[in-house]
């Protein structure tokens, strides 16, 4: 069990790292975008390679924009599901202070609480 939240942990922390850094290539893109704007002022208007860089430029946009909304969202579902966790493992905790004085109930609870779990050791035929 703990080794899943430290695994799940790790993922989270990754895909925070991914996310800052397909923010740095928003801004990096945006950055570009206002060059290209500065050279089309410069050289006194639109161009056919203007459009051509400005069009690569924004596409890469929409691509990084969509990739940060997904990680996003990634980080949300992770953190709700070790809050989850966390819950259960209070529970638990309250469970077996509660009960512990009765242990028969204690294993009833025990042995409802592992057939929600899912299994550690699948067996393929």
């Known amino acids: 069990m703990l080794w899943k939240q430290r695994n799940m942990e790790n993922?989270?922390?990754?895909?925070?790292?991914?996310l800052d850094?397909?923010?740095?290539?928003?801004?990096?893109?945006?950055?570009y975008?206002?060059?290209l704007e500065v050279?089309?002022?410069?050289?006194?208007?639109?161009?056919?390679?203007?459009v051509t860089d400005a069009a690569k430029l924004i596409g890469q946009a929409n691509s990084s924009l969509k990739l940060v909304g997904q990680l996003k969202k990634e980080i949300g579902v992770d953190s709700q599901l070790?809050?989850?966790?966390?819950?259960?493992?209070d529970m638990s905790r309250i469970?077996?202070?509660?009960?512990?004085?009765?242990?028969?109930l204690l294993?009833?609870?025990?042995?409802?609480?592992a057939l929600l779990k899912e299994p550690s050791v699948i067996i393929n035929d």
């Open 11 to 18: 993922d989270r922390q990754q895909t925070i790292s991914t």
């Open 95 to 104: 469970l077996i202070d509660v009960l512990g004085s009765h242990p028969q």
């Open 82 to 89: 070790m809050l989850a966790q966390a819950q259960v493992n």
């Open 39 to 50: 050279q089309k002022e410069a050289a006194g208007g639109i161009s056919s390679e203007f």
């Open 107 to 113: 294993d009833q609870v025990e042995l409802k609480m």
């Open 21 to 31: 850094a397909a923010e740095d290539i928003v801004i990096r893109i945006q950055n």
């Open 33 to 35: 975008l206002n060059e």
